[in-house]
């Protein structure tokens, strides 16, 4: 069974960092493209990054709000997608969700951890 | 920057067909997905590469893509089916949301 579970979510201060993290289970994680997706409270979908399998390149790739910002790390060794975020604003609030990458869509979710930017 | 457009809402009574469209610039040449999102929960994908329905998605779903619009089609649509959904794909290595439609189910 595919599991993703989210954590590092909390309360940050605007233009502090933080880094959240992703475990991975019941799947080959290494072979599998990995994606970030968020949602601000009662808005809608808004895709953060994905971070390619190292067979593909390992590349990344960054939603126009974030780049420059953020960044998304793998660690396939134990099965762990990060994501490292600098310069946080109070807009950046959301619930953040990794997702599996397969045929072109997000085939799998965790439940998502939610972070606060707020002085 | 590609942008894929949504009707926020959409009504249907249980038992009547529901229709959610999702407008692109030559939509149809690209790839489509569309994720359920009910309250509180994770969204979960229902339809992929256009048409195709993930296991355990029940056949009363289904999806079209051509020219500039791609529609989810729920049939015969049950209180459960009640959720937001989005539509989804690639531009250029990026992905892109509609901003989401609200199916009322009344």
């Known amino acids: 069974e595919v599991q993703l579970v989210e954590s590092g979510g909390g309360l940050v201060k605007p233009g502090g960092s933080l880094r959240l993290s992703c475990a991975a289970s019941?799947?080959?994680?290494?072979?599998?493209?990995m994606s970030w997706v968020r949602q601000a409270p009662g808005k809608g979908l808004e895709w953060v990054g994905l971070i390619k399998s190292d067979t593909d390149g390992g590349t990344t790739d960054y939603g126009a709000l974030v780049k420059g910002r953020f960044s998304i790390s793998r660690d396939d060794s134990r099965d762990t997608l990060h994501l490292h975020m600098n310069s946080l604003k109070t807009e950046d609030t959301a619930i953040y969700y990794c997702?599996?990458?397969?045929?072109?869509?997000?085939?799998?979710w965790g439940q998502g951890t939610l972070l606060t930017v707020s002085s | 920057s590609y942008e894929l457009t949504q009707p926020p809402s959409v009504s249907v009574s249980p038992g009547q067909s529901a229709s959610i469209t999702c407008s692109g610039d030559?939509?149809?040449?690209?790839?489509v997905s569309w994720y359920q999102q009910k309250a509180g929960q994770s969204p979960v994908v229902v339809i992929f590469q256009d048409d195709m329905r993930p296991s355990g998605i029940p056949e009363r779903m289904s999806g079209s893509n051509s020219g500039n619009t791609a529609t989810l089609t729920i049939s015969g649509t049950q209180p459960m089916d009640e959720a937001d959904y989005y539509c989804q794909t690639w531009d250029r290595n990026t992905v892109i949301f509609g901003g989401g439609t609200k199916l009322t189910v009344l």
């Open positions: 997702a599996t990458v397969h045929v072109f869509s997000l085939n799998f």
């Open positions: 030559n939509l149809g040449g690209k790839y």
């Open positions: 019941g799947f080959s994680f290494g072979k599998t493209w």
